[in-house]
């Protein structure tokens, strides 16, 4: 195998769960690009359809589960292995909050938090059982956390601590599940995507977020999508149970940092 094909994923088959929109449209794109066949999931079906259509377009077979996710990972990888044969790649991408206000960690209903927990951290231990149970030698399943999980966050107190919990939850899987499978985490910093531009609205709003990252832009579900691709690859056999924040150098220690430099 050539240097450069080592990032090739032709033949291979992945998962991709809450991969309607953003992100996760966008991870699902970038593995059919590199030559997966993919299985698409998410609540709304004119999303998928939609996400399905540019997997296609990219040469690529896809499968549409339509669902919520939860409870629902076995079914998805059954399908999966009804279609395809076999599952090389599973990322849990599902996540987010349907739950729009915030507030303390103190004050949070624990409905709230249990529901936080479900869908951030319960949905991705029960996608790494589903892809585990199926997966042969070579295997990778991949986490989308957070950067929200490496450092206190106010006001996102629940979510924040299931990705948290899912970071930990990596290094477990990865430590128990090698040789066979590898299991890596990726955390992305402030992307532009639908549900972002839903809570922002406003250009000024994302000047002002790009402004407190080093490189000095917000990302995109591309630049996510490229370090999943190299995670699914050959290129990174030997790299298991680590995290990679994907945030444009963006840091609690450098926002920190560059705040110290404005007061002055």
């Known amino acids: 195998m050539s240097f450069m094909d080592q990032y090739k994923l032709d033949g291979k088959v992945a998962v991709i769960t809450g991969s309607g929109q953003g992100i996760g449209r966008g991870i699902a794109w970038g593995l059919a690009a590199a030559g997966c066949d993919v299985a698409l999931n998410a609540r709304r079906e004119n999303d998928l359809e939609e996400t399905a259509r540019g997997v296609t377009e990219r040469g690529q077979e896809a499968l549409v589960f339509v669902s919520d996710i939860r409870d629902r990972s076995e079914e998805l990888a059954d399908l999966t292995m009804e279609k ?50 199926k997966m042969k030698d070579g295997g990778c399943i991949i986490n989308i956390a957070s950067g929200a999980g490496m450092r206190g966050s106010p006001y996102t107190g629940p979510y924040a601590a299931a990705k948290a919990g899912m970071l930990n939850m990596t290094e477990t899987l990865a430590i128990e599940l090698a040789p066979k499978i590898r299991v890596n985490a990726v955390s992305p910093g402030p992307v532009v995507t639908e549900a972002f531009d839903k809570v922002l609205g406003a250009a000024d709003a994302e000047q002002e977020i790009a402004a407190t990252i080093p490189l000095g832009f917000l990302g995109t579900p591309d630049d996510i999508a490229h370090t999943v691709v190299f995670l699914s690859s050959p290129a990174s056999r030997w790299i298991t149970g680590r995290n990679i924040l994907v945030a444009g150098g963006r840091t609690h220690r450098a926002y920190q940092y560059q705040q110290r430099l404005e007061e002055e």
């Open 84 to 133: 395809f044969g076999k599952i090389d790649i599973w990322v849990n991408n599902v996540g987010g909050s349907d739950e729009k206000n915030t507030r303390t960690l103190i004050a949070t209903p624990d409905e709230i938090f249990r529901s936080q927990l479900e869908l951030n951290l319960t949905t991705a231990f029960q996608g790494a059982k589903a892809a585990a149970k």
